[in-house]
């Protein structure tokens, strides 16, 4: 733990005075610093920390009371603590006027060595002590921001692990982990309180010919491009995933009515089809490609997600075996 030698801060107007206390208290193991007026022992306390301060009370123009008031008004000075050297120690009302003023002892002149030497011992202890508590206390305060810290990054590590683990990397969306818990999530809604949801899977339509011809970052850059125009055409409420390769889902909250169900959709197929300004290989192209998608509709009579799920499957199938690019619903 680092040290520093205490200052003693010692205020009389008298030379002989502070020579004497110098002599006095040449060996307690503190440094020792004058001042000959109460101007300049105020002065000494804006620069300096002083573990004591032994003040005069009788000196010209501010006296040792006037000093101790303005220094307790301090709020960086008010816990220093200030022994009164007097002559009038034996009066009781300068005695209660420097309890008053801020004093926590007083010292009678003509001075006692052992007395002086003793009380400055004792709150040069006093003072050590305070010293290794706030530093104690500092330390731990540091300790406590870098636990903090490694909280708040230990989270943020548990947090990125979390969503690599239910998101994919190449897009951002859920992946078919998380797919499969919303699911089964909208299932469980779906029972409670009848609320009906649909699910819509999607194949892109030509999207082998653009990863094998411009090769895999075009391909790459436009399942981004693909999940970017997904996300933009569903609600915050819906889900969109990525199933794998070029196999997205969709899972559309509050279905009731089959109608704007499938003109959503029809939307979607338009919007997936508009060409894609992409940098291949070699580079800038415009990706043409269409989406599939077939749609199930949950009903208090689906078996299981996975029976959602096929049925979806069988209406893409029917898509595609139709010339793709289109919708279909499925039948339960």
Sequence with gaps: MTTSIPKILVVDDTHANLVAMRRLLADCGAELVEASS???ALSRCLDQQFALILLDVNMPDMDGFEVAAILGEAEQ???TPVIFVTAAYADDINRLKGYRSGAV?????PINDVILQSKVRVFLELHSARMQLQQALEELSTRNQQLQSEIAERQRIEAKVRHQATHDMLTGLPNRVLFHDRLRAAIQRGVNYGLPFALALIDIDGFKAVNDTYGHPAGDALLQAISGRLS???????TVARLG??????????ASDIAPLMQRCQDICDVLAQPYPLQGEHGAILAHVSASIGISL????TESDEALIQAADRALYQVKDHGKNGCVLASL
Excluded: C, M, P
Excluded at 105 to 109: L, V
Excluded at 245 to 254: K, P, V
């Design 245 to 254: 390769g070029d196999e997205f889902a969709l899972i559309f909250q509050d």
């Design 77 to 79: 000075l008010r816990d």
């Design 38 to 40: 109460g101007n300049e």
């Design 298 to 301: 949950w009903s208090e009579k």
């Design 232 to 238: 933009h055409h569903v609600r915050t409420n819906d």
């Design 105 to 109: 002892d007083y010292i009678a002149k």
